[in-house]
């Protein structure tokens, strides 16, 4: 069983920044990439940015620049920091992490989100 847990939401004037933060913890045999999603009400999960095993990066085009993700493999921690919000990154954010918990296949485990609100 693995659980994953995002946190680090909150209200943000815009401008401001945030350090949203996922942790994956239970039986992780081996982990791989790790992604931050958001979502905004009635629309689809879209990929914000990414991260692979290899320490590589993946940035949505309007994040690159603003958002930088990273991980702490040994704590199975994922961090993205965000800076200059704007008001259009409101959203729910969310982790997924590509997990294999029983040595035998690869799973995308996701977490409850954690919300962001950037509004003055």
């Known amino acids: 069983q693995v659980h994953v847990v995002e946190s680090g939401g909150g209200l943000v004037q815009p401008g401001g920044s945030l350090i949203l933060s996922c942790e994956a913890s239970g039986t992780i045999v081996r982990s791989n990439a790790v992604a931050w999603y958001r979502q905004v009400h009635g629309m689809r999960r879209a990929v914000v940015a990414r991260i692979v095993s290899s320490g590589q990066t993946f940035y949505e085009d309007s994040m690159e620049g603003r958002f930088t993700i990273s991980r702490d493999c040994a704590e199975n921690k994922t961090f993205l920091q965000m800076n200059s919000l704007k008001p259009e990154d409101t959203a729910v954010y969310y982790c997924?992490?590509?997990?294999?918990?029983?040595?035998?296949?690869?799973?995308?485990?996701w977490g409850e989100g954690t919300r962001v609100t950037v509004s003055s």
């Open positions: 997924g992490a590509e997990i294999d918990d029983s040595g035998e296949y690869w799973q995308i485990f």
